[in-house]
T-cell receptor
Framework: GENVEQHPSTLSVQEGDSAVIKCTYS??????FPWYKQELGKGPQLIID?????GEKKDQRIAVTLNKTAKHFSLHITETQPEDSAVYFC???????????FGAGTTVTVRA | DGGITQSPKYLFRKEGQNVTLSCEQN?????MYWYRQDPGQGLRLIYY???????QKGDIAEGYSVSREKKESFPLTVTSAQKNPTAFYLC???????????FGSGTRLTVV
């Protein structure tokens, strides 16, 4: 099955700096790549997603890039704020049955 | 969260007991999923259902059972055969139009 690896596992950044989280996937048939943000004690929330026919997508301070050849995708958060502190998960899916395979998560801490 | 309700929020189980976690949605989505979350391991798929009266095993189905008698409900039973049930359990629905998941707020199960 699909294997998604996520790095780093923890990330500490100064407020206002950028944060980058990288994921790789194993199944070249995967075509949907969402990112989720999880705050303590809550369920994950979708923050941005990208499909395999697009190389980059941006939503305000958040952007995702996809390199299908290398089978990796990344989340970029610019101008980080304290409320960006959370655990972020990447995931991949081939569509069809909509099963998502998740990375292990990255704990992001934004220092004031 | 967004029309998907998990209960209870916290659950304690004694050794040898079966317990049932509730997941109810009013979003009129067909597909529902159960994931287990352990620290540092991301989310792992237990069971999923794409339509009423039908469900499939995920990657870690052993020791769990589900039913899908109604579109709105997808309860998960953690049986005594599950040797390490302490975890955070998340239910999700899939919006077929977008492939994105909406997660519930989760149930934290602890064996005492």
């Amino acid at each position: 099955g699909e294997n998604v690896e996520q790095h780093p596992s923890t990330l500490s950044v100064q407020e206002g700096d950028s944060a980058v989280i990288k994921c790789t996937y194993s199944d070249s048939a995967s075509n949907y790549f969402p990112w989720y943000k999880q705050e303590l004690g809550k369920g994950p929330q979708l923050i941005i997603d990208i499909r395999s026919n697009v190389g980059e997508k941006k939503d305000q301070r958040i952007a995702v890039t996809l390199n299908k050849t290398a089978k990796h995708f990344s989340l970029h958060i610019t101008e980080t704020q304290p409320e960006d502190s959370a655990v972020y998960f990447c995931a991949a899916s081939k569509g069809g049955d909509y099963k998502l395979s998740f990375g292990a998560g990255t704990t992001v801490t934004v220092r004031a | 969260d967004g029309g998907i309700t998990q209960s209870p929020k916290y659950l304690f189980r004694k050794e040898g007991q079966n317990v049932t976690l509730s997941c109810e949605q009013n979003l009129n989505h067909d597909a529902m999923y159960w994931y287990r979350q352990d620290p540092g391991q991301g989310l792992r798929l237990i069971y999923y259902s794409q339509i009423v009266n039908d469900f499939q095993k995920g990657d870690i189905a052993e020791g769990y059972s589900v039913s899908r008698e109604k579109k709105e409900s997808f309860p998960l039973t953690v049986t005594s055969a599950q040797k390490n049930p302490t975890a955070f359990y998340l239910c999700a629905v899939v919006n077929r139009g977008s492939d994105g998941y909406t997660f519930g707020s989760g149930t934290r199960l602890t064996v005492v």
